[in-house]
């Protein structure tokens, strides 16, 4: 991670940003942590029904309780509970729920952000939702989509091994 990604172009910042797994005990700043929000809030959802909630979990309660709930939430000072409200994301007339898929696009453009303000992240999904559930009491009507810890990087933070490797394009893409 680096200081200067504001002068780097989005594909530079896709290519460079990294899962954080190792963090400071600093809490994220106020002024860092209204521009990830707002990333959230900005990002695209179908028929702009935004139905991404977010729990921000800062307490040491709440940051005790998901360390409780999981081992994935590693030593973060803030981790974010994304969820997606059912009763207001757009539904396809096929029955497909656009739900998930907007509370992730809302995650991405946080995890984005973040990096830019020089706060790592990751995102997580080993955890048993009923117990997430219960633990931060979400409603039945919000479905639990991810976790992600985040934080400013510790000095002993690195890229994982994979990180770097990526498929070519002839195995991602095909062109008709």
Known sequence: MTEATESKTFLEMTRDRWSVRRFSDQQISAEHMDRILEAGRNAPSACNYQPQRILVLQSDEA???VRGVTGWAFNAPTVLLVCSDLTESWKNPDGCDSAEVDATIALDHMMMEAWECGVGSTWVRG?????????????????????????????????????FKRKSNEDLYRFL
Request: aromatic fraction near 12%.
């Open 63 to 65: 940051i005790a309780t």
């Open 127 to 163: 955890f048993d939702e009923r117990v997430m559930r219960k633990a931060f009491n979400v409603p039945d009507t919000w479905k639990i989509v991810a976790l992600m810890p985040m934080g400013y990087p510790s000095e002993q933070a690195r890229p994982s091994r994979w990180h």
